[in-house]
């Protein structure tokens, strides 16, 4: 479907538009052949079955029966319903696939998540209520030595107030079969093409890759199959292994194609001045599905509306409206702040009218919900944790209502200020525009105080020097544009040296010596590093606004060379991930871990031993000295899945290649998007209903939404390679509001568009 078809289709991204089911994978896993099967529940009795938890467990006909009630309000005493059924009489070594149906009978409600124990994984699937669901999911890297159980365990998560508490859920055909595995770890493409799902622009490079140290002819044909451009494959030798390149740069001429190579095809995409205007309006619709407060069509009703944050002095705000995080409904004004600039970044660089007009409608749900949770002195909501459904009902005693304490941070008040300052510039409305300057101002002043204080949230450790000062410098550059108040510049020059401060400017003594990258810190303690969410930009963005804003000032070169060093260290790095071009992900420092900037979930180990674990997987990047490594993907424990560090780095290769018109910096950045829109090892587009092999994500509480991206590809141990398994769970294959916001960042650098 065209563009402007589906954005009728979408009433410009305000209805939901369901993808074309065949080209998922999910269509694909179904279609696999099963060569061979074993019940694991003879659909006749329950003798291997048993429930844990509450709930009533039953035989109906040849389904198991389970009955549960949704109605809780107190998330930290859920009750948990588990189907256990025994499993110790099987022997699953030589099957990879636990195969099950599933029917919910269920009112008003639109989708539930069921977790699937097997062995040491957990799947997580939607199934929709009131019809037969298919449940499959692939086990061909999971221990199947010694299974003892699958357990089955429908979560219980409030009853929206459009529903009724009483569900039963029906279960039969368990089995577990074999079929010919995914591909899910490594670099190596086998029969696949990895290319750009979504297409590539004008004048870009444009390859795509396969495996091999053997040389094919391949052709570019067009939609009416006709070849376009033939040439042989090239060979690229790195540190990923050897692989064929299919270089067809030559071609510039807009239209639809596909690559055939070695009797491979892939499907079609598009070469355009903007390959990615669908993926934008559908990042719209997504975007509009995470709306928080207000009915969403076919997701649910005006929800949260008992939710508040409450101040020390007992004033308290609403907290609903914005927009729900991620899959478990939760908000953080970090996601929040980031994604409105984004948005209006974009609108600004748009001369599509109908898009301008809906991005700029987004981006005031972000706005609002910054304005709505601002308290006097400059507290704010920072973190909601709604993460179940509720019926919006308060009563006498204020049973039922979420309640919130308020915050403040130098990092989270200066992100609010940045967005809120792009909001005045982005509306039209006088009072609108007054209030959200006073607010950007108040917000402004509370992060100075606090960076100055050492004030920080107790959620996100201690203030990262080189991400505060960054986006600092960014609020006092735009905050001198629109008041022309000296003492503004004055503000962010002095952040623009604590900046350059945290920055590696020279080579050190190592056997592969790099610079350019940055440390949290001015004493340079602890370098920049993230596991999940990533704001490697920071930095960077504070020396592009520096740079755009104080042309004529004296350290005008030192902040432009500090954005060279950064493009230099990127351009050295990049070497190593040909042909994807990847970008890596941190330098690590054997003896410079910050354990603050980690996730350890309970329950794993001590302190001691996450930090021989995040060592460990350190070493087993690239060696740039004895005690020094550079990863290709960050090092984490729990919080796995990359796309929000990728895009943050990417952010950073986009402005530098805008402020210098540095055009191989810009090919890199495109490399990253052209990453999660199929370039990659497992040929896959990873933002659902956009491209084709895209996955069902963790969604939770919503139905699959088009134009969702996750969290992203993970790793997987100590390895330092990709792994995409179909095991689908959070956190890797959650959906992400604060994803698509870093991914709608990036295009505003490489759309080359002006608004008159």
């Not at 939901?16 to 896993?29: C, F, S, W």
Request: glycine share 6%; aromatic share 12%.
């Amino acid at each position: 479907m065209d563009v402007n078809n589906w954005i009728k289709k979408s009433d410009y991204a305000h209805k939901m538009v369901e993808e074309n089911i065949k080209n998922g994978a999910e269509y694909r896993h179904q279609q696999k052949k099963v060569e061979n099967e074993e019940l694991l529940w003879n659909g006749l009795n329950l003798d291997n079955v048993t429930l844990s938890g509450v709930g009533t467990l039953n035989f109906e006909d040849d389904s198991i029966r389970l009955d549960e009630n949704d109605d809780i309000e107190d998330l930290e005493k859920r009750p948990n319903c588990s189907v256990v059924i025994n499993l110790e009489k099987h022997d699953f070594t030589m099957y990879n696939r636990v195969y099950l149906k599933m029917f919910i009978k269920a009112t008003g409600f639109v989708n539930f998540y069921v977790h699937y124990a097997f062995g040491s994984v957990v799947h997580t699937a939607s199934v929709i209520p009131n019809k037969w669901n298919e449940i499959m999911f692939e086990v061909e890297d999971v221990n199947r030595n010694d299974v003892k159980t699958l357990i089955i365990t429908p979560f219980l998560f409030g009853t929206p107030p459009e529903a009724l508490p009483d569900v039963s859920f029906f279960i039969k055909d368990i089995k577990i079969q074999l079929v010919k595995a995914d591909y899910i770890k490594g670099w190596e493409l086998e029969d696949r093409i990895a290319y750009s799902h979504v297409g590539y622009f004008t004048d870009a490079i444009k390859t795509a890759i396969i495996s091999g140290n053997k040389e094919f002819d391949f052709y570019l044909k067009n939609e009416k199959n006709n070849i376009v451009y033939q040439n042989k494959t090239k060979l690229c030798k790195s540190h990923l292994g050897e692989f064929q390149v299919l270089d067809f740069s030559m071609v510039n001429t807009p239209g639809i194609y596909y690559l055939e190579v070695n009797n491979i095809k892939t499907n079609l995409f598009e070469i355009s001045s903007n390959p990615y205007q669908l993926s934008i309006w559908k990042s719209m619709q997504f975007l509009r599905t995470l709306r928080c407060g207000v009915e969403v069509e076919n997701v649910h009703s005006a929800c949260h509306l008992n939710c508040r944050t409450v101040h020390a002095n007992g004033k308290s705000v609403p907290n609903f409206r914005g927009w729900h995080d991620a899959g478990d409904l939760s908000q953080f004004e970090i996601c929040t702040a980031e994604m409105t600039e984004a948005i209006l970044d974009l609108a600004k660089n748009t001369k599509d009218e109908d898009l301008y007009k809906r991005l700029l409608e987004e981006g005031k749900v972000g706005t609002d919900w910054l304005l709505q949770t601002s308290f006097e002195d400059g507290q704010r909501a920072l973190a909601v944790g709604y993460r179940m459904w509720r019926k919006n009902v308060l009563s006498p005693t204020n049973k039922g209502v979420l309640q919130n304490a308020s915050e403040e941070g130098p990092f989270e008040n200066f992100l609010a200020c940045a967005a809120l300052l792009k909001a005045v510039n982005s509306y039209d409305n006088k009072i609108y525009k007054e209030w959200c300057l006073r607010t950007a101002i108040l917000d402004f002043e509370t992060a100075i105080k606090d960076y100055k204080l050492k004030v920080y949230t107790k959620r996100w450790g201690s203030n990262i020097d080189a991400a505060v000062a960054g986006i600092g410098a960014e609020c006092a550059s735009l905050l001198y544009e629109i008041t022309k108040e000296a003492k503004y510049q004055d503000i962010a020059i002095n952040y623009g040296d604590i900046i350059m401060q945290t920055q590696q400017l020279d080579y050190p003594n190592w056997d592969i010596p790099l610079r350019g990258f940055f440390y949290e810190d001015i004493d340079h303690k602890y370098l920049l590093t993230y596991e999940h969410r990533g704001h490697e930009q920071t930095p960077v963005q504070g020396l592009y606004y520096l740079c755009k804003t104080f042309k004529n000032h004296e350290n005008y070169k030192k902040w432009y060379h500090s954005l060279e060093l950064y493009g230099e260290y990127v351009k050295k790095t990049i070497s190593y991930t040909a042909p994807y071009n990847l970008l890596c992900a941190h330098v690590y420092d054997l003896n410079k871990f910050n354990m603050e900037r980690f996730t350890v979930p309970a329950g794993y180990g001590t302190t001691a031993e996450a930090l021989e674990n995040l060592k460990t997987q350190a070493k087993h990047g690239i060696k740039l000295n004895d005690d020094v490594y550079l990863r290709i993907f960050p090092a984490a424990i729990q919080r796995r899945g990359f796309h929000a560090t990728l895009l943050s780095k990417t952010k950073a290769v986009s402005l530098v290649s805008k402020i210098t018109n540095d055009q191989e910096l810009r090919q890199i950045a495109i490399n990253q998007l052209e990453w999660i829109f199929g370039k990659n090892p497992f040929a896959t587009s990873t933002m659902y209903g956009e491209g084709y092999n895209y996955h069902p994500l963790y969604v939770a509480y919503s139905p699959q939404l088009v134009g969702a991206l996750p969290v992203g590809i993970e790793t997987k141990g100590y390895d330092d390679e990709p792994y995409w398994p179909t095991i689908n769970n959070a956190v890797y294959k959650e959906i992400w509001g604060h994803t698509t916001g870093k991914y709608l960042f990036v295009l505003n650098d490489l759309i080359e568009e002006k608004r008159q």
